[in-house]
């Protein structure tokens, strides 16, 4: 059992002071969006989570339509302890309803996000999926609009999310240094994708932290298989599928071998990972410490880096068009 061999390591964030564990509770889940959870589920699964060590917690209003910020908010609150012990990244920006990265759009929405988590402030406030918006509306207005959130003091640090690696050079190059204090970028950092790792230092350069989500690949590695809205080509799902069975038939966990590649990039400050059980957060924490103890499993790690070469680093395609 996990909790008994220690727990997970916690890394710095940038320039932000913020330290968090390496492995991060990704809220989406708890929206729905994987499947149902039970509230009585979410709670314990944030609880243990947060006993292991985990002090990370991101969510969006677009998650489940603003139910992973409510039931998040529960959870957390359930815990009882101090708000400076757990660490809270939310979203703006995007939503069920649509995209609107306008600055009176995200001034309403920290307000309505921090009603339904039940907080004062929380630590990151992050665009949503910018490449589905201008980005020089970021630049000009959304971000200036998120610095009067921060001297508000509803939010400490500032974030850009999305998909396509190019969006985040673009951001950063054209605002003023410490402006934005942190990305997240998601299925850039796996067994079948890691063009990540290019980007690396010229965010180090710019003092921008770094979060990296979904190393699982949104469930392409593990063995039940991603959701039906999955956007992976077929050929990439196939591939991913045939790499899970032969870990299994090895007497692997695909997820677990997944996990531990992530995590080993300690540029990476944290690893987000969707999580809806008990049982998901302890095998995710247990896979955490096992890499601090013993390394990766390099064996089975080439073997199934062998099977995905052939669409090592497909990717899909992601947004609108930018002039
Ligand atoms: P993921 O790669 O973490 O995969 C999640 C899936 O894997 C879920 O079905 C989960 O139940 C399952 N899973 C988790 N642990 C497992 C285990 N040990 N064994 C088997 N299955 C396991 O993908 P994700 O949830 O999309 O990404 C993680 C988090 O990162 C999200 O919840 C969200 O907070 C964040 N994220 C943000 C963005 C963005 O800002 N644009 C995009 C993607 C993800």
């Not at 910020?69 to 815990?79: C, D, I, P, T, Y």
Request: overall charge negative; glycine content about 8%; proline content about 5%.
């Amino acid at each position: 059992m996990a909790s008994s061999v220690g727990k997970v390591e916690l890394r710095t964030l940038g320039n932000t002071g913020l330290k968090l564990s390496c492995v991060g509770f990704g809220a989406s889940p708890l929206g729905n969006v994987f499947g149902p959870v039970s509230e009585d589920d979410a709670i314990a699964s944030v609880r243990q989570a947060f006993r292991l060590g985990i002090n990370f917690f991101d969510t969006s209003p677009y998650y489940g339509g603003t139910l992973s910020e409510k039931v998040l908010g529960k959870s957390l609150k359930a815990l009882g302890v101090p708000r400076n012990e757990y660490i809270v990244s939310t979203k703006c920006g995007r939503y069920a309803e649509g995209f609107d990265f306008s600055a009176d759009r995200v001034t309403r929405s920290i307000d309505e996000s921090l009603a339904r988590l039940q907080l004062d402030y929380v630590d990151i406030l992050q665009c949503h999926d910018i490449e589905f918006g201008s980005l020089d509306q970021i630049v000009n207005e959304t971000i200036p609009a998120l610095q009067k959130l921060k001297e508000a003091g509803k939010i400490r640090f500032i974030g850009i999310t999305g998909l396509p690696l190019g969006i985040f050079t673009y951001v950063l190059d054209r605002v003023p240094p410490g402006t934005v204090d942190v990305i997240l970028s998601y299925c850039h950092y796996s067994i079948n994708d890691s063009t990540l790792d290019d980007l690396i230092p010229y965010l180090k350069s710019k003092g921008v932290g770094v979060i990296s989500a979904s190393p699982l690949a949104m469930g392409l590695l593990t063995e039940s298989g991603p959701p039906e809205w999955h956007p992976a080509s077929s050929e990439l799902k196939s591939v991913c599928k045939a790499a899970a069975a032969y870990s299994k038939e090895k007497g692997k966990n695909i997820s677990k071998l997944a996990l531990q590649y992530s995590l080993s990039n300690k540029d990476i400050s944290s690893v987000l990972v969707g999580m809806n059980s008990i049982r998901q957060v302890e095998e995710n924490v247990s896979a955490a410490i096992e890499l601090a103890n013993n390394g990766k499993d390099e064996e089975t790690l080439s073997e199934v880096e062998a099977i995905l070469e052939p669409v090592k680093n497909q990717t899909w395609p992601s947004g609108i068009q930018q002039s």
